[in-house]
């Protein structure tokens, strides 16, 4: 099946620091990628999609700001944390599809800001 | 608006049966899938239904009925390792996939 890799998979930083988390999808060209970000307990929510070449497409209630998303080509897309504060603190998950119907996840990246 | 209703949380024995359901109202259908996703990892996914019916994969199988907006999720054979959040995605007329807040899923021996 097709793989999606992430990295970092953990990451501490310190509060108003960045952080870029890069989504890669191995065997596979990923026409669009999604962000999504998870707290304990909680369900995935979608942060923002991305095509290959476009902007990005922001969740209502998502910062594009702060939450930096690039997807220069078919098999990478980076998620870029600016000035990060301990709220940021959360699972961020990413995942790729082709033409097909499917979405395949990365194993994502815990971020912990101190 | 968008709504994925599934429970929150539920317990069944190891070797028995359990069937997880989801209703949803979306804006548009094309398609539900049902992932797994284990404590601290991401989602795996389980399984696709786009046409009403029954669809079986080994020990899963997740049915669909698109005029009442209704699936669930049937496992059987139950493992510890299926303990689990199950969660029920229905892919919008947008081709956005609207999440449930997912079923945790305790298997007692």
């Known amino acids: 099946g097709a793989v999606v890799s992430q990295h970092p998979s953990r990451v501490i930083c310190k509060s108003g620091t960045s952080v870029k988390i890069e989504c890669r999808s191995l065997?596979?060209?990923?026409?669009?990628m999604f962000w999504y970000r998870q707290f304990p307990k909680q369900s995935l929510m979608l942060m923002a999609t991305s095509n290959e070449g476009s902007k990005a497409t922001y969740e209502q209630g998502v910062e594009k700001d702060k939450f930096l998303i690039n997807h220069a080509s078919l098999t990478l897309s980076t998620l870029t944390v600016t000035s990060a504060h301990p709220e940021d603190s959360s699972f961020y998950i990413c995942?790729?599809?082709?033409?097909?119907?499917?979405?395949?996840f990365g194993p994502g990246t815990r971020l912990t800001v101190t | 608006g968008q709504n994925i209703d599934q429970p929150t949380e539920m317990t069944a024995t190891e070797g028995a049966i359990v069937q997880i359901n989801c209703t949803y109202q979306?804006?548009?259908?094309?398609?539900l899938f049902w992932y797994q996703q284990h404590a601290g990892e991401a989602p795996t996914f389980l399984s696709y239904?786009?046409l009403d019916g029954l669809e079986e994969k080994g020990r899963f199988s997740s049915f669909l009925s698109r005029s009442k907006g209704y699936s669930y999720l049937l496992l059987k054979e139950l493992q510890m390792k299926d303990s689990a959040s199950y969660l029920c995605?229905?892919?919008?007329?947008?081709?956005?996939?609207?999440w449930g807040a997912g079923t945790k899923l305790i298997i007692k021996p």
């Open positions: 995605a229905v892919r919008d007329s947008n081709y956005q996939l609207i």
């Open positions: 239904n786009v």
């Open positions: 995942s790729a599809k082709d033409r097909d119907v499917e979405q395949y």
């Open positions: 979306t804006s548009g259908f094309n398609g």
């Open positions: 065997d596979f060209q990923a026409t669009t």
